[in-house]
């Protein structure tokens, strides 16, 4: 359906973006293009729809050599969606989607009516989104909008460049979600480009493997994280492994770390004695049954005077995550909270907290038991701490 025979671009300053590339998606196929920044993705992308001409080579569309085709007759069969989205500020949801229709000559209510279908297979209802403005929606639901705008014509090719790079990571997870589910109904032939290795194996159908200017494999998800074809495609799969054994391995009790504690109903002046004495300067704050009530700071409680309670001048907690969660989100609550830790709670009752060098211990131990083929706390470790 695309098809590249060894295709060149070299830019006027003799930059090489894509050397003598040849490759093949197949009708309703979707394949992703990843690799690092300024490998060529997107300059292979915008060539398929002649934003940009290739300097020797052809490429084929539904076999037609595009370089014989004129370029606008040629995009009304290829819908484009990026990351920036490009809606028209002062124009309703419902016409920014008709946009291509209106432009190829539907007329208006042929074209409303089929905008109002592709919102809603795209999920947003039409009656709520499609008279408001661009400003009116979230990142998401833009981002949704654009992917609506491309296929408003029905093209055959859809090219993609990182169209959910603006969103943050739930919002990414769950768009992409719904577009597997829409693709599996339109079944478009799909040419994506992300820097992200887990969504193209997400995502791809095939996947590219771009190292400078060239596919270094092209293959199933699986072949390329099973037997990488090169040291480069191991090194670039390689370093996402690690981060995706984050979202699979599980906060145990083993992991966590004792803070200093005290309890809401302890006098705040005594409570901070104890706790300088013992040189912290926080402390969690633990109700009589042991659950979690906030954390406060010593020199706070110091500057109480008699009378205060620690209850009365803990802060609530918001960085906790329950035990057996895993790591990814106790990483991820730290990072949306800026905290240097998070609590571990079983139900309510509070176990410990994590500590980055916790969280950092966990994940080696998790991948020496896999290398060593031996379960967790079995694996002989030497801590940084200990060293
Ligand atoms: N108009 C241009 N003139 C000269 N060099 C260019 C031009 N456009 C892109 N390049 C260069 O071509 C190479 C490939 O760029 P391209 O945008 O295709 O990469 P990419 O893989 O899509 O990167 P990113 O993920 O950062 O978007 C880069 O070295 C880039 O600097």
């Known amino acids: 359906m695309i098809r590249f025979e060894h295709v060149t671009k070299r830019y006027p300053d003799g930059t090489v973006a894509v050397d003598d590339l040849s490759f093949e998606v197949g009708e309703g196929e979707l394949v992703t293009l990843v690799g690092p920044s300024g490998c060529g993705k997107t300059t292979t992308m915008m060539m398929v729809n002649r934003l940009i001409e290739p300097t020797s080579g052809r490429i084929h569309v539904d076999g037609e050599d595009i370089s014989t085709v004129d370029p606008v007759r040629l995009r009304r069969r290829i ?49 709520t989104y499609g008279s408001r403005y661009p400003q009116q929606l979230s990142g998401g639901q833009r981002q949704r909008v654009g992917v609506a705008r491309a296929l408003a014509a029905d093209p055959p090719v859809l090219l993609m460049d990182e169209p959910f790079g603006a969103v943050d990571p739930v919002v990414r997870e769950q768009l992409q979600d719904e577009f597997l589910k829409m693709q599996a109904r339109v079944r478009k032939t799909v040419l994506l480009v992300t820097h992200d290795i887990e969504e193209a194996v997400r995502l791809g159908d095939r996947i590219a493997v771009y190292g400078q200017g060239r ?42 770390e004792e803070p200093p504690i005290a309890r809401v109903g302890e006098p705040a002046a005594e409570a901070a004695a104890r706790l300088r004495a013992e040189g912290a300067r926080w402390t969690v704050v633990l109700d009589e049954a042991g659950e979690l009530h906030g954390w406060a700071g010593v020199d706070e409680l110091a500057l109480a ?25 106790a990483f991820g609550v730290m990072l949306q909270h800026d905290a240097g830790w998070v609590a571990v709670l079983d139900g309510a009752r509070f176990l410990g907290v994590l500590t980055p060098a916790k969280l950092h211990e966990a994940l080696r131990r998790s991948v020496d038991a896999d290398a060593q083929g031996v379960a967790r706390d079995e694996v002989e470790f030497d801590s940084v701490a200990d060293a």
């Open 305 to 329: 005077g008699d009378g205060g309670t620690v209850g009365e001048l803990a802060h609530r907690m918001n960085s906790w995550v329950p035990v057996g969660a895993p790591l990814k989100q």
């Open 79 to 127: 819908g484009y969606v990026i990351q920036q989205v490009g809606l028209f500020p002062h124009r309703t949801i419902l016409d920014n989607t008709a946009t291509v229709p209106a432009l190829i000559g539907w007329k208006r209510s042929k074209a409303r009516a089929r905008a109002a279908e592709l919102l809603d297979l795209v999920g947003l209802d039409p009656q």
């Open 215 to 256: 596919i270094e494999q092209f293959d199933t998800p699986g072949a390329v994280l099973g037997t990488p074809a090169t040291p480069y495609v191991a090194e670039f799969v390689g370093a996402d492994r690690g981060l995706k054994r984050l979202s699979v391995t599980e906060i145990e009790a083993d992991d966590l």
